[in-house]
């Protein structure tokens, strides 16, 4: 890892989305087929949120009545980066603030990657190895 290093050399490419009108059944289900932990949350194709399997757990325990929607659980205001961003920063901003994610944003706004706690991970056994 180099200190020029960019969040977009690490970042996972097109990640998986959802709308916020959905069900959390349908994130709830979509997270478990697709083995993720984090759904960036958009309205048409802007970035409101981000949803977790946390979010999804702490829902489950207010079962309250009628279906609750994504927009209802997710975290709203995520916290989001050009892929132009450093990693050093991007991961220092995670830690300091306990993010489990961030979302990855092209200029015109566009979702274009995630990077989790777990792409952290990686970056730091890839540089410990």
Same mark, same amino acid.
């Given at each position: 890892?180099?200190?020029? @290093?960019?969040?977009?050399?690490?970042?996972?490419?097109?990640? /998986?989305?959802?709308?916020?009108? %959905?069900?959390?059944?349908?994130?709830?289900?979509?997270?478990?087929? /697709?083995?993720?932990?984090?759904?960036?949350?958009?309205? !048409?194709?802007?970035?409101?949120?981000?949803?977790?399997?946390?979010? %999804?757990?702490?829902? &489950?325990?207010?079962?309250?009545? !009628? &279906?609750?929607?994504?927009?209802?659980?997710?975290?709203?205001?995520?916290?989001?980066? @050009?892929? &132009?961003?450093?990693?050093?920063?991007?991961?220092?901003?995670?830690?300091? /603030?306990?993010?489990?994610?961030?979302?990855?944003?092209?200029? @015109?706004? /566009?979702?274009?990657?995630?990077?989790?706690?777990?792409? +952290? *991970?990686?970056? *730091? +056994?890839?540089? *410990?190895?």
């Amino acid at each position: 890892m180099k200190s020029k @290093d960019r969040i977009s050399q690490y970042m996972t490419p097109s990640p /998986h989305t959802i709308g916020r009108d %959905l069900p959390i059944q349908v994130a709830k289900e979509m997270m478990r087929k /697709h083995r993720i932990r984090h759904l960036p949350v958009q309205d !048409g194709g802007h970035l409101v949120g981000v949803l977790s399997d946390r979010d %999804l757990r702490i829902a &489950e325990s207010f079962r309250g009545p !009628g &279906e609750l929607t994504v927009e209802e659980v997710m975290t709203s205001d995520p916290y989001a980066v @050009d892929g &132009e961003a450093n990693l050093g920063e991007v991961v220092t901003q995670m830690a300091e /603030h306990r993010y489990g994610c961030a979302i990855i944003r092209s200029k @015109d706004g /566009h979702v274009v990657g995630i990077f989790t706690d777990t792409d +952290a *991970l990686r970056v *730091l +056994a890839k540089t *410990l190895n």
